[in-house]
């Protein structure tokens, strides 16, 4: 079966130039200009990619990614016309996996995509062959994965798909220090251009998801200057 992408976006020529990009590339494309329409849409079609506009009216892009994070782990690019940081922030803290400001390349749009579509399931290429199948644990914190599954004590635990695979990485190495441009290749792939912040954001999301912290640091450690490595479980 093909790939499914969604295009969310209500500028015509925009949404048709990208969609032919992705069509081009293989995806079964679904376009769409209204929030709303794309959430609804989104429970059918069960994309696997959606480029969402951050600018849409009525339902705008925020609350389209926040309302399929409910349902889809869905990769998601929002793209936004304000480049300033607190937008880039907003887009990628509710859910986002990567971000483009308009103008913007189309080709590089795709590249990206591709290139994420492309990296193994279940970690980079690079350290696949040393990793184990089974479930690792750290204190309470069990990661399962080949099945994808995060538990903390117990309880089950969503992370979004990019939010998996920075776990997923940092836990397949636990004594060592991952430094932002090595998690940026790991998980978004060498292909992506942007700023290496987006790394801190995710580590934010899943911090807060495992119930951590940077000041404790039981699952999930800050090595200033440096990075991110997995801690103790204590």
Not at 161 to 169: I, P
Not at 187 to 216: C, Q
């Amino acid at each position: 079966m093909s790939a499914r992408a969604m295009v969310v976006e209500d500028e015509a020529a925009i949404a048709a130039l990208v969609a032919s990009y992705l069509e081009r590339d293989g995806f079964e494309v679904t376009v769409t200009g209204d929030g709303g329409e794309a959430v609804a849409r989104a429970r059918s079609v069960d994309p696997d990619v959606v480029v969402l506009d951050l600018g849409l009216p009525g339902l705008d892009g925020v609350e389209v990614c926040r309302r399929l994070r409910t349902f889809s782990d869905a990769y998601v690019v929002m793209l936004t016309a304000r480049a300033d940081e607190v937008d880039t922030l907003v887009g990628l803290s509710i859910g986002a996996d990567d971000y483009v400001t308009k103008p913007f390349s189309p080709r590089e749009l795709s590249a990206r995509i591709q290139a994420r579509m492309r990296r193994p399931r279940n970690g980079f290429a690079g350290a696949a062959a040393g990793r184990s199948g089974t479930v690792r644990v750290v204190g309470d914190l069990s990661i399962d994965v080949p099945g994808r599954e995060v538990r903390v004590a117990g309880a089950p635990v969503h992370l979004t798909r990019t939010e998996f695979d920075v776990l997923e990485v940092l836990s397949s190495a636990p004594g060592t220090v991952f430094s932002r441009s090595r998690l940026i290749d790991a998980v978004w792939g060498p292909e992506w251009v942007g700023d290496d912040h987006l790394v801190d954001v995710h580590i934010g999301h899943v911090r807060r998801k495992l119930g951590d912290d940077a000041a404790h640091g039981r699952y999930v450690r800050t090595v200033r200057g440096v990075g991110y490595r997995m801690g103790t479980g204590r």
